[in-house]
Nanobody, 127 residues
Framework: QVQLVESGGGLVQAGGSLRLSCVVA????????MGWFRQAPGKEREFVGA????????YYGDSVKGRLTISRDNVKNTVYLQMNSLEPEDTAVYYC????????????????????WGQGTQVTVSS
């Protein structure tokens, strides 16, 4: 079974930066399209971004364009989310997700398109 573990969340001030990590325990990490989602209280899970298997294609959600970078290290089985210029509106639980489907694309934004999920890491941005 594929397991995902997020880390790197915490409390930061507005305008600060944060890097989240997601370590994947499973077979052939390079076969997974990796996505990042977030969910704030009272809101639906929102697409943050995703990266292709090799890492050459990256897509971002409209609400975070220009403020984050997704990357992956297929040797360490880890995907990263570097977030800059954080705002209080970014406060949420952040989840990483994985898909092995050949029909999958990092451009797809629905949580239902992903097969495996981590437990999430809390990000809180103070004003």
């Amino acid at each position: 079974q594929v397991q995902l573990v997020e880390s790197g969340g915490g409390l930061v001030q507005a305008g600060g930066s944060l890097r989240l990590s997601c370590v994947v325990a499973g077979r052939t990490f390079s076969s997974y399209i990796m996505g990042w989602f977030r969910q704030a209280p009272g809101k639906e899970r929102e697409f943050v971004g995703a990266i292709s298997r090799v890492g050459g294609e990256v897509y971002y959600g409209d609400s975070v364009k220009g403020r984050l970078t997704i990357s992956r290290d297929n040797v360490k089985n880890t995907v990263y989310l570097q977030m800059n210029s954080l705002e209080p509106e970014d406060t949420a639980v952040y989840y990483c997700a994985a898909s092995m489907s050949f029909m999958m694309s990092p451009a797809r934004r629905s949580p239902r398109d992903y097969d495996y999920w981590g437990q999430g890491t809390q990000v809180t941005v103070s004003s």
